[in-house]
């Protein structure tokens, strides 16, 4: 079983340049990818520092599948602020959701924070003994998990 959101969020948020947009990022590693597929190897973010403080929008293109999620609590947080508007965005993912994948389209209008239970093709890395965070529910067993999304 695999449960992740896929919400777009447009920015600027009110200001008047995407670029100058803060995304922070709770992560400290990432998935290596072929073909947008985790190979089952993972690897320190060395931009992780960055990603916690934010970084502005226009030094980012990603299509990744983040990891090593920062809890605080309960609570993973993920944030977009816009520094001229001073408005924000923050979204809360409890510790049910283990990675974070984020894309930045190219038409540079908006951002994709994804909450991941598991990584994309967790199925396959099970059968190769990686722990890609699959997890199977038998019959009649119940999940629950949770997501909040802020703007102020």
Known sequence: MRIGTHPYFRIPLGGPRAADCLVKLPV??????????????RKAADDSR???????????TLDDVFSGLQFEGKWCTAALEDPTSQTAMKMQFDRSFRECVVYTPPHREAICIEPYTCVPNAAALA???IDGGLRVLAPGESFQAEVVVQVN
């Not at 960055?50 to 980012?60: N, S, T, V, W």
């Open 50 to 60: 960055d990603y916690h403080r934010g970084k502005r929008f226009e030094e980012l």
């Open 28 to 41: 400290s590693a990432r998935w290596e990818l072929a073909g947008l597929l985790p190979t089952g190897r």
């Open 127 to 129: 059968e190769r003994g």
